[in-house]
């Protein structure tokens, strides 16, 4: 049996001839650079941080750690007592004499009101009575002067009726002018006998009544006096051939 190797010439009996690699252009059997240097790295990019909790598919979501809870506000602070008023000086002691002394009389031109007599007799001042409102012109047959004087002192009619009633004495007839003074005197008489226990109250109100008589003059006057500018109107008018 004979070798093939041997008869090929090409027997190497386990034995390298030199360096084998170096007939492959210089480089390794371990595939390094020539000169013994190892090629730089890539520098690898850095992977994205995962959540710190993670909610994997089929598995109960984890809560989020919990908000922290504010601190209550510190209280404020306590405002300092308010000092206590001054207390009210007392009032100055009343002169010596009363409580009117030292008060000074009203001024000459000032009326002080006059006081009321708890003891008047009611009708006592319509006995100087005087007036300027007299009764129109009439056919009847009565004291004019009396009349108006009851008239105006009455306290059971109002301003307003009392001059309704002068205006009116044409139209009237006589029985009736007769019952009117018989009723003025009848009220006038009473109110006398009243007088001891309200004096004070009937001189009040028979001085209101003498104010509202007043009124009733001036109204009379004021149509006196718009009668008679019409009637120098008109004189002029006609003067003028209008």
Same mark, same amino acid.
């Given at each position: ?54 909610? /994997?598919?089929?598995?109960q979501?984890?809560?989020? #750690? $919990?908000? *922290?809870? &504010? !601190? @209550? =506000? %510190? /209280? ?7 000092p #206590? $008023?001054? *207390?009210? &000086? !007392? @009032? =100055? %002691? /009343? ?10 009389p *009203?001024?000459?031109?000032?009326? %002080? ?9 009611f ?96 109204m009379?006057k ?21």
């Amino acid at each position: 049996m004979t070798d093939d190797n041997q008869g090929s010439g090409n027997y190497t009996a386990g034995f390298s001839f030199g360096d084998q690699g170096g007939s492959q252009g210089g480089q390794g059997q371990d595939g390094t650079q020539p000169g013994g240097t190892q090629p730089a790295q890539p520098v690898q990019p850095t992977p994205p941080v995962q959540p710190i909790y993670q909610n /994997p598919t089929g598995t109960q979501p984890v809560p989020p #750690a $919990p908000v *922290p809870t &504010p !601190a @209550p =506000p %510190a /209280p404020a602070p306590v405002p300092a007592p308010i000092p #206590a $008023p001054a *207390p009210m &000086p !007392a @009032p =100055p %002691a /009343p002169p010596v004499g009363g409580p009117l002394a030292g008060i000074t009389p *009203p001024a000459g031109g000032a009326k %002080a009101k006059k006081p009321i007599d708890p003891n008047y007799l009611f009708g006592s001042k319509m006995k100087t009575f005087t007036t300027t409102v007299v009764c129109p012109a009439h056919q009847l047959n009565f004291d004019e002067a009396k009349f108006i004087n009851l008239l105006a002192g009455s306290i059971s009619l109002t301003k307003d009726e009392k001059k309704k009633i002068v205006d009116s004495i044409p139209k009237l007839r006589q029985e009736q002018v007769d019952e009117l003074i018989r009723i003025f005197d009848e009220e006038r008489a009473k109110f006398i006998e009243l007088s001891p226990k309200h004096g004070a109250q009937l001189e009040k109100l028979e001085a209101e009544h003498a104010a509202d008589w007043k009124d009733i003059e001036l109204m009379y006057k004021s149509e006196v006096s718009g009668k008679k500018d019409e009637e120098d109107a008109e004189a002029i008018r006609k003067q003028l051939g209008l």
